[in-house]
């Protein structure tokens, strides 16, 4: 008998993250699987649908232009310069059969990041790992297109964050870190 499909493998196939053939696969699993399984399949359902359709009010145009203001009297933007590639500086990534996965890597004076691409249909899965050079702890990381913010990620005690699905285009991610923040800029192409 095959192990129930774990929360972030049925996550991974709500979101339309696997291969046609492993979806089928999930697909059939849930049906099989006991009624815990399916509340889970449903609550999940339902979370995704609340996330999509949530709508957070932006403050008052001045508080915003406040807080913004005292934000960068605080900060220093580090602009992630890039060392690799693996687009360009791999061989021959066709080769080992890596077409559909990139990634490329950034420093900066405060951070290190890595950032992974895969190729999910139309669009990209974008995720990573921030390493800071001094040891401190990254408050958070966000994707933002056109200063807009797309989606924010948590990290895990090893500095890797996820921002999912993402469509093609130019984005910015922002590594915020005590006393600094750190800007990579991107461009996402299927």
């Known amino acids: 008998m095959n192990p129930e499909p774990s929360t972030s493998r049925i996550m991974d196939f709500l979101e339309g993250r696997l291969t046609p053939a492993r979806a089928e696969e999930i697909r059939q699993a849930l049906v099989r699987e006991s009624e815990e399984v399916r509340e889970r399949l449903r609550w999940l359902q339902s979370f995704q649908e609340q996330a999509r359709t949530a709508r957070i009010e932006s403050p008052p145009a001045a508080l915003r232009e406040q807080l913004l203001a005292e934000f960068r009297r605080h900060h220093r ?3 992630g310069e890039l060392l690799f590639d693996s687009r360009r500086d791999a061989v021959d990534v066709r ?3 890596l077409a559909d996965r990139w990634s490329c890597i950034h420093t900066s004076d405060v951070a290190d990041t890595a950032i992974d691409f895969a190729r999910a249909g139309d669009r990209v899965t ?7 050079t001094e040891g401190d702890p990254v408050e958070l990381v966000e994707l933002r297109a056109d200063g807009e913010l797309v989606v924010q990620a948590d990290l895990d ?4 964050f996820s921002f999912g699905v993402v469509d ?17 800029d991107l461009v996402v192409d299927p």
């Open 77 to 79: 933007v580090h602009l």
């Open 95 to 97: 080769a080992v059969g």
């Open 157 to 160: 005690p090893f500095g890797q």
């Open 168 to 184: 093609p285009g130019g984005y910015q991610v922002l590594v915020f870190l005590a006393g600094a923040t750190m800007r990579v």
């Open 126 to 132: 974008v995720s990573g790992q921030v390493l800071t």
